[in-house]
């Protein structure tokens, strides 16, 4: 057994995982390293996700019934909880979306709507990077085609890095919003939030970050990023599909407009006209995902329990390990920083001329689960000049046997096409 500093204690935590001890193809025991794509959830989500249906279910807010006050506490209670994991200053500047896509669209869209100052148009600039995620792009391609704005971004290092050494020309004046990941989901990369925030400061521009692949698997302090709006998603974080957060500065929620019209979020209606009701629920029209934030709620007092700090140092040391045992690979080229510094623990790669998704499918025949494509961030795929990538991508219950079976398959992979 590989024995790793700061790791914790995988075997009790795997108890609380029953899809871990599945075996696939013919009694290969499953080897997930999928989970930059989702999550397994534990017994306590599951347990808790039952619970509500079996006990609890009604729609929130609006009735006065038992069934409706304890559904409603429940919802409330997971805003609390999101409210605490990310140190907000206010429970109403966390609004919940289903997914963190729909989280950067919110965005994307009250800037579009909005009054002056924060009125995206012909006049202003939107920047990204180079190595977000599609759901990081597409929105402000759409919102630049509507609104004339000019999309600009950053590019990348040959080490899979931001490259700022433009930052001044890139960020100007006219840059009304900067919005980019805090850790790629393709390369890994941890970005360097405080210089991109500083410069945004200094042109009075908005910043948003999409972390995604951050919000799992270290500590994330809203008010230490210094960002006006943050992203995330429950399913990568043990918590169920369906549930996303877009966390906003509250006076920016005051003053911008809603995305979506329905129920919840007004406060009157005439056939004339409507008024809003306050934040959070003027950005949560309909029915909630109610079940799904209570079983966000559950993800998060799980993770909590083992603690945030203790979760990075285990994926740290993991990230260290397998980048040392794949570069051990003959043809294989990791895609990104080949340090763990500074790094999440998604590790993209190729291995020689075999394609990535004869790769996955090799390694899925030997019970290894990995993800092969461009992961939804094909501009990175163009500036590498690769057509894909396999990536392999770790979490709290993963372990360095674990990663000893991948590069094993990997070897197969390598016999196999010769």
């Not at 990310?86 to 997914?99: Q, Y």
């Not at 792009?137 to 509507?146: E, F, Y």
């Not at 369906?242 to 329905?262: M, T």
């Not at 309909?286 to 990075?312: E, F, H, N, R, W």
Request: proline share 5%.
């Amino acid at each position: 057994m590989t024995l790793l500093p700061g790791l914790l204690d995988t075997e009790a935590i795997r108890k609380d995982f029953p899809i871990l001890d599945r075996q696939v193809h013919e009694g290969r025991k499953l080897v997930y390293l999928d989970n930059a794509a989702t999550s397994q959830k534990p017994r306590q989500v599951l347990d808790a996700l039952s619970e509500y249906y079996e006990r609890y279910n009604a729609n929130v807010h609006r009735g006065v019934h038992v069934l409706a006050e304890e559904a409603t506490a429940l919802y409330e209670g997971a805003r609390d909880k999101v409210a605490e994991f990310i140190n907000a200053p206010s429970r109403d500047e966390v609004i919940f979306t289903k997914n963190a896509s729909e989280s950067l669209n919110l965005v994307a869209n009250m800037l579009g709507w909005a009054d002056e100052p924060y009125r995206v148009d012909s006049e202003t600039e939107i920047v990204i990077t180079e190595m977000e995620h599609h759901s990081n792009i597409v929105p402000w391609q759409l919102l630049a085609q509507r609104t004339g704005a000019k999309l600009k971004w950053f590019g990348l290092t040959d080490d899979g890095r931001l490259d700022l050494s433009n930052i001044e020309e890139v960020i100007t004046e006219k840059t009304k919003i900067v919005s980019f990941v805090l850790v790629s989901n393709i390369l890994g990369t941890q970005n360097p939030v405080e210089a991109i925030v500083r410069r945004a400061q200094e042109v009075g521009a908005l910043v948003c970050v999409d972390a995604s692949q951050a919000a799992p698997h270290m500590p994330l302090d809203v008010q230490a990023l210094q960002a006006d709006f943050v992203a995330f998603t429950g399913h990568k974080m043990c918590g169920p599909t369906g549930i996303g957060v877009l966390w906003g500065r509250q006076e920016l929620l005051e003053d911008l407009p809603p995305f979506l019209g329905g129920g919840e979020m007004i406060e009157t209606v005439s056939m004339h006209s409507s008024t809003y009701a306050p934040a959070p629920h003027k950005f949560e029209a309909g029915t909630p995902p109610i079940a799904q934030a209570v079983g966000l709620g559950a993800a998060i007092d799980y993770l909590d329990s083992i603690g945030m700090d203790k979760i990075l140092a285990h994926e740290h040391a993991l990230t260290e390990y397998a980048v040392k045992r794949l570069l051990e690979v003959p043809d294989l080229r990791i895609i990104g920083p080949t340090t763990a510094e500074d790094r999440g623990a998604a590790i993209s790669f190729t291995l020689g001329d075999i394609h990535p998704h004869d790769v996955g499918q090799v390694l899925d025949e030997q019970g290894i689960a990995v993800r092969v494509g461009h992961h939804c961030a094909r501009p990175v795929c163009l500036r590498y000049g690769i057509p894909a990538t396999t990536r392999a991508s770790f979490y709290l219950y993963s372990t360095p046997a674990e990663i000893d079976a991948l590069v094993d398959g990997l070897e197969h992979v390598r016999n196999f096409f010769g």
